[in-house]
C-alpha cells in the first residue's frame, strides 16, 4: 500500500471559520502538522490549542491514537495570555557560522522543549548538542527563569564532545 492510500485528509478551523487542510498518515505524530498549520499562519506554537471531537491534542498524538478518520476537523483555539510566566525571545547560536535561530518560549518552560524544538528544526538528536548561557551548561531541567534570562538572550549551541 503506498503513502498516498494509506493518509487521510483532515481540515484544521481557526475560530473565525477559516480552514485548511492537511494530508497526513494515521501513524504520524501531529507535531509536524501542528507547527505547519502555526507556522502558516503566524502564530506561536504554544499560544494555540488544537481539539478534535470534543479532545484536546497533543504534539505527539497520532491520528490512528485518537481515532481520527477521514474528514475529520481539528479545531485550532488561539489562546490569549494568561497571568503568569512571561514569553520571552532567545536566540540560539550555533558554532557553524549561521545567523542565530529565534524562538519564542515560555520563562517557565524547561529547556529540553527548547533543545527538541531546534533539534526537530535542524535534523538532530538532543543528546548531541548541549547548551551554553553565559559561559555555564544549561541542564535540560532547568527553566529561563531559574537563570534569570530576558528578552533578546543568547544560547550559544555547541556540538557535545564525547570521550573515549
Not at 491514537?65 to 474528514?71: H, I, P, S, T, W
Not at 533539534?119 to 548541549?130: F, N, W
Not at 527553566?143 to 543568547?154: G, I, K, L, R, S
Amino acid at each position: 500500500m503506498d503513502q498516498e492510500s494509506r493518509s487521510i485528509i483532515v481540515k484544521v478551523r481557526n475560530q473565525a471559520g477559516s480552514s485548511m487542510r492537511f494530508r497526513i498518515d494515521p501513524a504520524t505524530q501531529l507535531r509536524g502538522l501542528m507547527l505547519s498549520y502555526c507556522d502558516w499562519n503566524e502564530l506561536v506554537a504554544d499560544d494555540v490549542r488544537f481539539s478534535c471531537n470534543g479532545r484536546n491534542l497533543h504534539r505527539e498524538d497520532t491520528p490512528k491514537l485518537v481515532r481520527m478518520k477521514e474528514g475529520d476537523v481539528i479545531d485550532a483555539v488561539q489562546v490569549m495570555d494568561q497571568e503568569g510566566p512571561k514569553k520571552i525571545l532567545v536566540f540560539l547560536k550555533a558554532m557553524d557560522g549561521r545567523p542565530p535561530t529565534p524562538f519564542r518560549m515560555n520563562q517557565a518552560t524547561p529547556f529540553v522543549k527548547l533543545m527538541q524544538a531546534y533539534c526537530d528544526q535542524m535534523g538532530m538528536e538532543v543528546d548531541q548538542i548541549r547548551f551554553i548561557y553565559k559561559g555555564r551548561r544549561l541542564d535540560s531541567d532547568v527553566t529561563p527563569q531559574q537563570v534569570n534570562m530576558e528578552d533578546d538572550d543568547v544560547i550559544d549551541v555547541v556540538l557535545r564532545l564525547r570521550g573515549s
